[in-house]
């Protein structure tokens, strides 16, 4: 089953607070600032930003973050994920293992957006690519994956 599809207001919505999320980010080493947001499926908006470590592996991503404080909250499904950064060509996608992370939560037809640092607000457009988002599913950014629905299957030692 399918989830509903998040209409253009909450996509503009969901955007603006992945790109406020950023101001979150506790980036001292990397200074590479990044925002999150999620859209809830009562239609909530829960941002995170990377918060990074002195002992370096102890970082953990926006998107974790996001993750993290709705699901202790009590909101475990989700219709969209907004990204942002610095970079200003909407390329930065989530690591591997935010997408682990998100797979465990959201339905492999979920939108991401991936959003440009000079995105406008009114800029945001359904295609795949536009100038300032790329829009891709969970699936797309992680095929063949492994998730809750897999420890369900038959095994046979
Ligand atoms: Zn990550």
């Known amino acids: 089953m399918s989830a509903p599809t998040p209409t253009s207001e909450q996509y503009e919505s969901l955007i603006a607070a992945a790109l406020a999320a950023k101001e979150g980010s506790y ?24 918060i990074e470590n002195a002992s370096y592996g102890a970082g953990i991503c926006a998107e974790r973050t996001a993750l993290v404080k709705a699901v202790s909250e009590g909101s475990n499904k989700f219709l969209a994920i907004a990204v942002s950064s ?5 390329s930065i996608s989530p690591c591997g293992i935010c997408r682990q992370f998100i797979r465990e939560f959201c339905a492999l037809d979920t ?30 950014l992680l095929p063949m994956s492994f998730g809750p629905g897999e420890l369900e299957l038959e095994r046979r030692p």
């Open 111 to 140: 939108p991401i957006v991936m959003v440009s640092s000079v995105y406008q607000a009114g800029e945001y457009t359904a295609s795949k690519e536009g100038d300032t988002t790329v829009t891709m599913t969970l699936g797309e």
């Open 86 to 90: 610095d970079v200003p060509t909407p």
């Open 27 to 50: 980036a001292p080493y990397s200074k590479f600032r990044v925002g999150a947001a999620l859209l809830t499926v009562d239609g909530q908006i829960i941002k995170g930003a990377n």
